[in-house]
């Protein structure tokens, strides 16, 4: 049995060149049994639009199968108007983009599985999660899910409900977030609020396997 999993920086594979950086996509093979084949496909820096045009999608679709469940996780960088490359507009593109993903995956006869963006770790001065820091991606994401009859996991609104848990001083251990001379390549230390470190990205990836094992998915027969 085989996973693809396609998205941006918080799911990809790292390697040592930005450790302790890691996405949870790396961290799901945890889970599995041995004989599950997992592929992570994820890019940092990608867009529903330019994970596309960079070639990074037909890479991932030329490896689906009859039965592939490809776990699509997009939004970060769509968000960003102010990058040609990568944005696109929640209303459409974004949409259309997630729409053709879907129909190219069926095709294929996959199993395509939408999950909201990781949650931003932004609080304010009274040390409360802010809100609508994701300006409609996640929601978007929810419509072409009920149109195009896809299952969804709110990894959004989870991992915005893990961090209320913990707070803004307990959070930080899951990012990128350390002072200066702690690890090689980030001398100058790290203020992230988006990228994970280990505990976070074990953490997101327990969280998708979680949502799996609530809603009694086929997938929970391969889980160790």
Request: with cysteine; aromatic share 12%; glycine share 6%.
């Amino acid at each position: 049995m085989k996973i693809i999993l396609m998205g941006d920086s918080t799911m990809q594979t790292n390697d040592a060149s930005t450790y302790p950086q890691v996405g949870w996509g790396q961290m799901l093979s945890l889970f599995f049994k041995s004989d599950v084949q997992i592929m992570n496909f994820a890019k940092n820096g990608c867009s529903t639009k330019s994970f596309y045009d960079l070639g990074f999608f037909n890479k991932a679709l030329a490896e689906v199968e009859a039965g592939t469940y490809c776990l699509i996780q997009f939004g970060h960088n769509d968000q960003k108007v102010d990058n040609p490359l990568r944005y696109t507009d929640k209303d459409t593109t974004y949409k259309t983009n997630l729409s053709f993903y879907i129909d190219e995956i069926r095709q294929r006869k996959g199993i395509p599985v939408l999950l909201t963006s990781v949650y931003r770790r932004y609080f304010d001065d009274h040390q409360r999660i802010m809100d609508d820091v994701h300006q409609g991606y996640p929601e978007a994401m929810m419509e072409v899910a009920w149109q195009e009859s896809v299952l969804i996991l709110d990894i959004c609104q989870l991992s915005k409900d893990l961090l209320t848990r913990l707070g803004d001083d307990s959070s930080k251990r899951l990012f990128m977030i350390f002072p200066p001379g702690l690890y090689e390549h980030y001398p100058q230390g790290m203020n992230d609020n988006t990228h994970l470190r280990s505990d976070g990205a074990f953490l997101i990836a327990k969280m998708v396997v979680d949502e799996f094992k609530r809603i009694n998915h086929p997938l929970t027969t391969y889980l160790l």
